[in-house]
Nanobody, 120 residues
Framework: QVQLQESGPGLVKSSQTLSLTCNVS??????????WTWIRQPPGKGLEWMGY???????HYSPSLKSRTSISRNTSKNQFTLQLNSVTPEDATVYYC????????????WGQGTQVTVSS
């Protein structure tokens, strides 16, 4: 059974770096052909795709967030990590990790989501 679980601090100070980790169980993150994705949902808005790290380790980011975003992985721990630099109060929202198969942009497994608050 595939499971994803986000972890990380729920409170980050403005201008600092947000770091969230997604722990994956039930499937290796190196298995073909999965794309391990970060998504967030700003208040009152739809889901916002942030980027992914693929089974091979390649990454791709949303153009609007690319300058501030980095996604990395630890294959020995079967986890992947989001770093978002220079956060502002606009980055305060719920963050999800999810699995995309073959870049279908359909996510078959999701974490439960983690709320991030940004303090000024």
């Amino acid at each position: 059974q595939v499971q994803l679980q986000e972890s990380g601090p729920g409170l980050v100070k403005s201008s600092q770096t947000l770091s969230l980790t997604c722990n994956v169980s039930g499937v290796p993150i190196t298995a073909n052909t999965y794309y391990w994705t970060w998504i967030r949902q700003p208040p009152g808005k739809g889901l916002e795709w942030m980027g992914y790290i693929s089974y091979s380790g390649s990454t791709h980011y949303s153009p609007s967030l690319k300058s501030r975003t980095s996604i990395s992985r630890n294959t020995s721990k079967n986890q992947f990590t989001l770093q978002l630099n220079s956060v502002t109060p606009e980055d305060a929202t719920v963050y999800y990790c999810a699995r995309d198969t073959e870049l279908s942009v359909q996510y078959d497994y999701w974490g439960q989501g983690t709320q991030v608050t940004v303090s000024s």
